[in-house]
Nanobody
Framework: QVQLVESGGGLVQAGGSLRLSCAAS?????MGWFRQAPGKEREFVAH????????KYADSAKGRFTISRDNAKQTVSLQMNSLKPEDTAVYYC???????????????WGRGTQVTVSS
């Protein structure tokens, strides 16, 4: 079992930055982030492999968000810059099982952290 605990959400003005962090207990392989805005489906944001440092981003995140990972501490972070009101959502940390890629359903989920971007 892997437990994921997010931190770092909050309220920020458009153009500002936030950094989300997620701490994992247990063995996690791929780790990343999803988000869900009100009335919308949960969507993929970013993924980081455990080995090799390979990253993958949704088009909406490319150039603005950066995912990083510390395997020793079992943490994954999401640096979000140039935030827009449409980035407002609950952000969920996710962890995939062994051998599962970013395009598969994560096995574990955090409880989520709210990010609100005001215009």
């Amino acid at each position: 079992q892997v437990q994921l605990v997010e931190s770092g959400g909050g309220l920020v003005q458009a153009g500002g930055s936030l950094r989300l962090s997620c701490a994992a207990s247990g063995r996690a392989y791929g780790m990343g982030w999803f988000r869900q805005a009100p009335g919308k489906e949960r969507e993929f944001v970013a993924h980081h492999t455990k080995l090799g440092g390979v990253t993958k981003y949704a088009d909406s995140a490319k150039g603005r968000f950066t995912i990083s990972r510390d395997n020793a501490k079992q943490t994954v972070s999401l640096q979000m810059n140039s935030l827009k009101p449409e980035d407002t959502a609950v952000y969920y940390c996710a962890a995939w099982g062994y051998g599962s890629g970013y395009d598969s359903t994560p096995r574990y989920w955090g409880r989520g952290t709210q990010v609100t971007v005001s215009s």
